[in-house]
C-alpha cells in the first residue's frame, strides 16, 4: 500500500462528513498515544496556552523530581526522557514562544540540577545545544519578546 500526498488527504477528508471525520478522529486516536495527546490539545489545551505551559513545566518538575541520582547513566537517560517529552508538547503546539519558554525552563533546571551536570560531558553538551536551539527561536519571535527571552537567558547563563 502506497501512502497518500498531504494534498490527497485534504482532498478526501474535503468529501467527508461531519460525522465520519468524527469517526476518523475517534479511530485515529484508538492507535497511537502521541495521536491521542494530540487530539488533546488540539481540543483542550490550544485556546489557553499559558495555562498548557503551565502544565509542562509542572509535568518536568515531577520528572526532575524522580531521575534516579546514583549515576551519571541514569541521570542521561532520564534528561534525555524529560527532553523528549518538551519536544513532543513543542510539536503539538508550534508556537515558538511556547518552544523558548519550555526549553528555557528546561535548561534553568538542567543547570541548577545536583550533582552539576558540569561533571558530565554528554550533559553538558547537550545543554549546550539547547541553548543554541533557544538562541536560534528566539530569533523568529517579535523584537519586544526577543529583547525579554535575550535578557533572561543572558541572566541565566552568568553564574557559570
Known amino acids: 500500500m502506497k501512502t497518500a500526498t498531504i494534498k490527497e488527504i485534504k482532498t478526501g ?85 511556547t518552544e523558548v519558554e519550555l526549553l528555557i525552563y528546561f535548561c534553568s533546571r538542567l543547570l541548577n540540577f545536583k550533582p552539576s551536570i558540569k561533571d558530565n560531558t554528554a550533559l553538558a553538551n547537550l545543554l549546550e545545544r539547547q541553548i543554541n536551539s533557544i538562541n536560534k527561536s528566539i530569533k523568529s519571535l517579535h523584537k519586544d519578546l526577543r529583547y525579554d527571552y535575550e535578557l533572561i537567558m543572558e541572566n541565566m547563563m552568568l553564574p557559570n
Not at 491521542?36 to 490550544?46: A, N, Q, V
Not at 523530581?65 to 503546539?93: D, G, M, P, Q, W
Open 13 to 97: 477528508l474535503d468529501e467527508l462528513s461531519p460525522l465520519a471525520l468524527k469517526e476518523l478522529c475517534l479511530r485515529l486516536s484508538r492507535f497511537k498515544k502521541e495521536n491521542k495527546e494530540l487530539l488533546t490539545y488540539i481540543l483542550f489545551e490550544s485556546s489557553d496556552e499559558g495555562n498548557y505551559v503551565e502544565g509542562v513545566k509542572t509535568e518536568i518538575d515531577k520528572m526532575f523530581a524522580e531521575i534516579n541520582i546514583s549515576s551519571f547513566y541514569f541521570i542521561k537517560k532520564s534528561v534525555r526522557k524529560i527532553l523528549k517529552y518538551i519536544k513532543t508538547r513543542i510539536r503539538y503546539s508550534q508556537n515558538k514562544e
